[in-house]
């Protein structure tokens, strides 16, 4: 009745890369949609190769898996993006100028000399950050796939219908 | 014992959301005061949000720290919580018929991709509305999956 149940890991990375890379790209802006899609897909391929029916639990963990997966990649994925990102990011700076009085010291010449310097603490600690709200945008994700996907319909029994007919004979009589 | 982990989840969910949402509330005060605080709000909140000005609702003179969208999906998710005990109760949990997930989904899928493919442009108030229908379905199943890692193999999951 309670099969072997897949791995969960190699989907997960499967849907972690896909969500990462497309969120980690500045030219496809869906918010924490691809989050979800990446773990819905994550999801569909534990399913796919189950030889048993997965429940919401499983959808979680699976998702979950994948929106570390997803945060870890994308913060690889931005790192060549960083000079596109460096100008779009000034856009915003500078629209956000509009609203403000209180922009750091000396921010416009820091787009000037690019993205600045590297800071590998503060490269860890978003992508701790990131992690955790990956994680539960994964978690939901994975619960939707599964409840999308996760169902399998059990193969009829076989000798259920001479079962069936003995035990009608049985009642009859 | 399981109906008490339920209500764990739920109650743990709950003051996730709430201060999720609050955070979003919080980033334009905080500005307006001159607080740096609201800086690093918006920040936190970059990872999941374009944070686009032009669409985004406005208080106190700023931007709130998620787009209209986003915000219709968490103030969705917040509506969902309110009602899950009245629909669900914390006895048992399950997930919700796809037929919902699909009709609640459309909208918010239909207006996306037309705004992704530049077919149309939505309003604030639209982008908001579709995003609010979907966030009220979300709990009903972010609930159910971690009701049941947390319950594991306990027979009240159906």
Known sequence: MNGPKPGLLRPALIGGAVAGILSGSP???????????????????????????????????VGAFTGIFAAVIRAIVSLPFQTFNVALLRKFMERLAEFTQEMPEGWDT???????????????????????????????????????????TPPPAQGTKNETSQDTGHRQS | MSRRRILLVYLGTLAGILAWLGAIGLAPYLRSRGVPLGKFIYVCFSPVCHQIPARSFVAWGYPLAVCARCLGIYSGFLAGMALYPFLRGFSTVRLPKTKVFLALTAPIAVDTAGNFFRLWATSNIL??????????????????GLAELALKDKKQIE
Do not use: H, Q
């Not at chain 1, 802006?29 to 997965?54: E, N, T």
């Open chain 1, 110 to 152: 820091w787009f000037n000399r690019g993205a600045g310097p590297f800071s590998i603490a503060w490269f860890l600690l978003e992508l701790v950050f990131w992690a955790a709200i990956f994680a539960v945008l994964g978690a939901l994700g994975g619960i939707i796939g599964m409840a999308l996907f996760g169902k399998k």
């Open chain 2, 127 to 144: 982008r908001l509305g579709t995003g609010f229908l979907w966030g009220i379905i979300l709990p009903f199943y972010l609930l159910t």
């Open chain 1, 27 to 61: 030219l496809f802006c869906l918010c924490c949609l691809w989050i979800i899609g990446g773990a819905i897909l994550a999801s569909y391929l534990v399913a796919k190769d189950s030889p048993v029916s997965l429940k919401a639990g499983d959808g979680a963990l």
